[in-house]
């Protein structure tokens, strides 16, 4: 992003030319320079007195595309608003680790409800919910007893419970045989 005229409110992507931290495209661009103002203003053929000066024999594969930017960087960096173009030379990547160290006097209530939580959802999930209902009518010559149960798991397991409840409560009501039923 290059500001023009220097002012911080028209910042813009802006292309310069050729690329400046490569030492021959940055010879390149001198060199085509000097042989523009040496040869007034002629510039096919400064530029190749420049690509031969700086390339030799040993000519690049993409020079057309190395002399389009090399024309790009003459006709803008001397609008530029700048003496000077600022390039990175070169760059190393730092790796480093930032450790925070805090103090909160809070946490013990959170690690605390985060236990609890934990302990209910092991009560939910792992115990079986079961339910069991007495009705006591008043008949004629007595009294009705009505059990009934219900159980969200194993529900073989709790027929033998409820079963033994039954035989428990006949025990120990002393009902008739007539009277006890699954």
């Not at 006709?75 to 030379?89: A, C, E, G, R, S």
């Not at 092991?122 to 008043?138: F, Q, T």
């Not at 120990?172 to 699954?182: C, F, H, K, M």
Request: charged fraction near 20%.
């Amino acid at each position: 992003m290059v500001s023009l005229t220097g002012d911080n409110r028209d910042f813009q992507s802006f292309f310069l030319g050729p690329d400046l931290t490569n030492p021959k495209e940055w010879e390149l661009f001198h060199v085509f320079g000097e042989g523009v103002r040496a040869t007034d203003g002629d510039g096919i053929e400064a530029f190749k007195a420049a690509i031969n000066s700086v390339y030799g024999d040993q000519m690049p594969d993409d020079f057309q595309d190395l002399g389009g930017r090399t024309l790009q960087g003459m006709k803008m960096l001397p609008t530029l608003p700048w003496p000077f173009v600022p390039v990175l030379d070169d760059y190393e990547q730092v790796y480093y680790t930032g450790l925070q160290l805090a103090r909160d006097p809070g946490m013990n209530v959170v690690w605390s409800g985060s236990a609890l939580l934990t302990f209910g959802l092991c009560i939910m999930l792992y115990v079986s919910h079961r339910k069991v209902w007495l009705v006591i009518e008043a008949q004629d010559r007595g009294m009705r007893i009505r059990v009934a149960g219900l159980a969200n798991r194993n529900p073989m397991a709790f027929d033998g419970e409820f079963n033994d409840l039954l035989r428990e409560l006949n025990d120990n009501l002393g009902l008739s045989p007539q009277g006890v039923s699954a």
